[in-house]
């Protein structure tokens, strides 16, 4: 994972977030906020992920 691709699951967690306060359904609003978790989700694993790699490279 790159920090391009913790970027990316970030953004679309933020526009999950905006489609979701758009919503007029809850249904809809319910489905948005699912995926910005995901993508949230994703995010803290990709940052995790870089973190870790970070940490490698400084004790080589």
């Known amino acids: 994972m790159s920090e ?9 967690a933020k526009t999950c977030l905006i489609e979701a306060r758009k919503a007029i359904r809850e ?3 319910a489905a948005w906020l699912e995926l910005a978790e995901d993508w949230m989700a ?3 694993k990709a940052q995790r992920t870089l973190a870790a790699k970070g940490s490698r490279k ?3």
């Open 4 to 12: 391009a691709d913790f970027a990316r699951y970030l953004q679309q």
């Open 27 to 29: 249904v809809d609003k």
């Open 42 to 44: 994703m995010a803290t």
């Open 58 to 60: 400084r004790q080589d």
